[in-house]
């Protein structure tokens, strides 16, 4: 059995290290890119309020800021569910290479 894990495991080395970094990277650009969704997602909610409250803008206009707004709130969210994806598979390929 030994000999059939091996060479498997030899193979696996160099993906958990490509998936390593590849989640290293990705926590980082999601961290840097999380904060400046947050702030434009704020700007967004901030200026449909008040267009519509100043009259510049009809409702419907209004919503599909809104909408545009919530868009770039969620998807911090959503780059945090991949790297908990690739997290699982780092964590995989490591525990495939410690046994």
Not at 69 to 76: E, I, K, Q, R, Y
């Amino acid at each position: 059995m030994m000999l059939l894990k091996l060479p498997l495991k030899l193979v696996a080395l160099p993906a958990a290290l490509a998936v390593t970094i590849a989640k290293w990277a990705g926590v980082f650009l999601t961290s840097f890119a999380g904060a400046i969704f947050y702030l434009l997602s704020g700007l967004c909610f901030v200026i449909a309020v008040l267009s519509y409250l100043m009259g510049i803008c009809t409702g419907g206009e209004a919503v599909e800021f809104l909408v545009m707004g919530f868009v770039a709130f969620v998807l911090p969210f959503v780059a945090g569910w991949v790297i908990g994806v690739v997290d699982t598979l780092s964590d995989s390929l490591w525990d495939f290479i410690k046994s």
